[in-house]
């Protein structure tokens, strides 16, 4: 093959692989269901990077003591899906599967740490432990916006003056993608 050919094969597949990325997103946003999250404030210590804001919501932190499970046991980096029961359009827990759930509303996500309960005998043996809480993941905690505003959306939040929820799309495969994030009731798309 001669070197003009590979150039054109080389582009071709790029092409391809960035429009295989595009078409993803593309297919969730268009045949996806719409769903409000309330976000909580950032960790100060993980400030703004570039230009996007780094977003925590209220399902990543999974009180397992109130959660119903299908399982009992989880591990770091499990995949997760978490059932949303809608209220008032924003996504509440229901139950939390090791796999998809045969029907009704789910986002994917990973766990990416777990905090147990260790209970202890008299003579200070561990007996049972049992998970707390779950923390997960869904890849959806950035979200890109102008430059300079991302910390500005940051601050305020971590500062309580501003409430600021994501309004995301989930597919039928518990997929998400980010429409955009809601300040203090207010659609904002950048």
């Not at 582009?11 to 409000?36: D, Q």
């Not at 960790?43 to 399902?59: A, Q």
């Not at 109130?66 to 827990?93: H, I, M, Q, R, T």
Request: proline share 4%; charged share 30%.
């Amino acid at each position: 093959m001669n070197q003009k050919k590979i150039l054109y094969l080389t582009i071709v597949f790029w092409l391809l692989i960035f429009s295989g990325f595009i078409a993803y997103k593309e297919y969730t946003l268009r045949t996806g269901t719409e769903v409000l999250l309330k976000t909580l404030p950032v960790d100060p210590k993980d400030l703004f990077r570039g230009d996007y804001v780094t977003l925590n919501y209220e399902i990543s932190n999974l009180n397992m003591e109130k959660l119903p499970s299908e399982e009992s046991y989880f591990y770091n980096d499990e995949p997760v899906y978490l059932a949303l029961e809608l209220k008032n359009g924003y996504g509440v827990p229901k139950k939390i599967y090791t796999t998809p759930p045969e029907d009704g509303l789910y986002i994917k996500g990973k766990v990416k740490d777990i905090l147990y309960d260790w209970e202890t005998d008299e003579s200070g043996v561990t007996t049972e432990e049992t998970i707390k809480e779950l923390r997960v993941d869904y890849g959806i905690e950035s979200y890109f916006v102008p430059e300079g505003k991302g910390m500005e959306i940051e601050k305020a939040q971590r500062t309580g003056k501003t409430e600021v929820d994501a309004k995301i799309i989930i597919d039928k495969y518990g997929n998400t993608v980010i429409k955009s994030l809601l300040i203090d009731g207010k659609e904002t798309e950048f």
